[in-house]
């Protein structure tokens, strides 16, 4: 008989009996605690189902949040002051103007054009050097733009993107609830900031590093605007000095391209094109601007700004006025003094002044918030063109080359040969030679310029084949160049000797010579193969060939040319010469009468006499001429012109 499966059929022996355990002590009674305040229940959130790691949110369930609007052009490179202006900058601004509305000669050149010229330097010189430090740009692709670096932008909601974070009590880190041993996982924040990027990154709303203003601190730019600056004042002082009014307008033409170049800063040409718009922009930014320094505390307490300032004036002008007049009252040579100080008072005279003071004061409070603020004009920069093939530019410039050489040799020979070898090959005399073909050398030269500046643009320079040849090419064109322009200097000379000196003539020559020079710029620019320093040096050779011009006294040096001409061939154009300005004067004495006579009488009446702020040396060495020499009566029968 079999046991069934479970039994066992080893015998066990019987198990002791347990000794009886000591029966422990009840505890000591406690003190009920007293019952807690009743909370209110909190919602149970659900608890997320086990895994390995938190599930990332859906891009439909992450918060939105609307993206800031992206700052145009003008925001980012010229966003302007944040302050408004300083009470001491808009006293000097509204001093300069008084001085320049009062002073300035508008109907001749004269000191007066000097002296509102360094008031005026003065002004912005003050708004420049107690101009609040510029803020930061934001850069372009900041959707913020104004904060801090490393500035986190919107608030990141729990379990947002980041460091990733596990929620409290998830599965895996605790136990069931009310289970023990189980040791409770550590609980993750609510909300994980996520860690802030570096300086420039998605994160971060403002560039890292002190504020710099643009192109307008750094060296060469401070070199560059100190440079503009002083040529704008060397053209304005032409005005005391030349009595020539057509080479003072010049001057003054030249003196708005340097004085905008001095307060915007740009270099490269898209920059100089931009700058020239900003002064007349500036001028309507400018009032808010302004107007925002009314509200100015000044020393913390009272209003400040433009009403202290107008204050300060009208007491300053109540001051001045009631002591002048006794002051002139009392002496006769005070007085004088006084009346050639001031200007006339007249209706006319007045109205007169208000429409100066208006004009100037508009112009030097935008060129003030130019400089309180300048515009970033680096980098702007056309933008790269597409490379041309090899053969589809070295072609054309070869054969231009080859074209240039050929005329350079007829020029070599027609230089060697004389009048007699173009008498005789071309029937022309000399001078019809010279007079026929200086305005087209002219127009080749300037042509040849943008010939250059395309090649520069198109021409590839990838290799080093590339780079050789670009240098050949060019090299030998704007070699040749200088001859074609040496070739027009010799024409022009000749042409002169024949047919007298003009100031259409001299000037024209001297825009020849300035384009020589720029030829020369251009080779070392082909050599370095750099030419991000050649718009700035070819609108100063402008300004030096303008400034050349004036310094050797253009009517002075016609009216000597002529002179010379007429003692040698008895040949000159009286009519001509009688309308030149009294820079003449002095040349023209020299002539025999009755053409001395006949040339000086048209100059003598257009000498008047000058106040302070229209003294000018070329009419007061004409008036000292005059006065040793008078010109003969009116009745003088003048002699026809012989020649033009």
């Not at 609108?539 to 001409?565: E, F, K, Q, Y």
């Amino acid at each position: 008989m079999t046991n069934p499966p479970d039994a066992d059929p080893t015998p066990r022996p019987p198990l002791p009996s347990s000794t009886p355990q000591p029966a422990l002590p009840s505890p000591t009674p406690q003190p009920p605690l007293p019952s807690p305040t009743p909370q209110p229940a909190l919602p149970r959130q659900p608890l997320p189902p086990a895994m390995s790691r938190p599930p990332l949110a859906s891009p439909a369930s992450r918060p939105s949040f609307p993206a800031a609007p992206r700052p145009s052009l003008v925001q980012r490179r010229w966003p302007g002051p944040r302050r408004p202006a300083r009470p001491v900058a808009l006293g000097a601004v509204l001093a300069a103007t008084a001085v320049c509305a009062s002073v300035v000669p508008l109907d001749r050149p004269g000191l007066g054009w000097l002296v509102a010229a360094l008031a005026a330097a003065a002004a912005l010189t003050t708004v420049a050097a107690t101009a609040h430090p510029a803020e930061p740009a934001a850069p372009a692709d900041s959707p913020g733009g104004v904060g801090p670096v490393g500035s986190a932008g919107p608030p990141a909601p729990a379990g947002s993107a980041g460091a990733p974070t596990g929620p409290a009590g998830s599965a895996g880190d605790t136990g069931p609830a009310g289970s023990a041993g189980a040791p409770a996982g550590p609980a993750g924040p609510a909300a994980s900031a996520a860690p802030t990027g570096p300086a420039g990154s998605a994160t971060s709303a403002g560039p890292a590093g002190p504020a710099v203003r643009p192109d307008g601190t750094g060296v060469p730019g401070r070199i560059g605007r100190f440079g503009w600056a002083g040529a704008t004042l060397a053209l304005v002082a032409v005005g005391p000095v030349r009595a020539a009014g057509w080479l003072f307008v010049l001057c003054l033409l030249a003196a708005v391209v340097t004085g905008t170049l001095a307060v915007t800063g740009g270099r490269s040409p898209l920059g100089m094109l931009v700058g020239a718009w900003l002064p007349p922009a500036a001028v309507f930014r400018a009032l808010p601007w302004a107007s925002r320094s009314r509200h100015r505390p000044h020393g913390g307490t009272g209003p400040g700004g433009v009403g202290r300032v107008l204050v300060s004036a009208g007491v300053t002008a109540v001051l001045l006025l009631v002591f002048g007049l006794l002051f002139s009252s009392a002496d006769a040579v005070f007085a004088d003094l006084l009346g050639n100080l001031l200007p006339e008072v007249s209706v006319p005279g007045v109205i007169g002044w208000v429409f100066r003071f208006l004009l100037v004061g508009a112009a030097l409070l935008g060129a003030a918030y130019l400089l309180a603020a300048p515009p970033d004009l680096t980098g702007l920069h056309v933008g790269a063109a597409r490379p041309v093939r090899r053969l589809e530019w070295a072609v054309p410039l070869g054969l231009l080359d080859v074209l240039f050489a050929a005329f350079v040799l007829v020029q070599l020979t027609v230089l060697f040969g004389g009048a007699g070898h173009v008498l005789t090959t071309a029937g022309l005399s000399y001078a019809e030679y010279a007079r026929g073909g200086f305005w087209q050398l002219l127009a080749v030269s300037a042509l040849t310029l943008l010939v250059l500046a395309g090649a520069g643009r198109w021409a590839p320079r990838a290799t080093r084949a590339d780079r050789i040849l670009f240098r050949v090419l060019l090299g030998t064109l704007t070699g040749l160049s200088l001859v074609v322009v040496a070739s027009a200097l010799y024409r022009m000379q000749v042409y002169t000797d024949a047919y007298g000196a003009t100031r259409l003539r001299l000037f024209v020559a001297t825009v020849e010579l300035a384009l020589g020079l720029i030829f020369v710029f251009v080779a070392v620019a082909v050599l370095r193969m750099r030419a991000g320093w050649l718009p700035s040096l070819v609108v100063g050779t402008a300004v030096v060939a303008l400034l050349g011009l004036a310094a050797v006294d253009p009517d002075r040096s016609i009216a000597d040319r002529n002179v010379d001409r007429y003692l040698r061939t008895g040949s000159i154009d009286l009519d001509y010469l009688s309308r030149l300005s009294a820079d003449a004067v002095v040349a023209l004495d020299r002539l025999p009468e009755p053409q001395r006579s006949c040339a000086l009488r048209s100059v003598a009446d257009a000498v008047p006499a000058d106040g302070l702020w229209a003294a000018n040396l070329g009419r007061s060495r004409a008036r000292d001429r005059l006065t040793d020499r008078p010109v003969r009566a009116d009745d003088l029968a003048c002699p026809p012109d012989w020649s033009r």
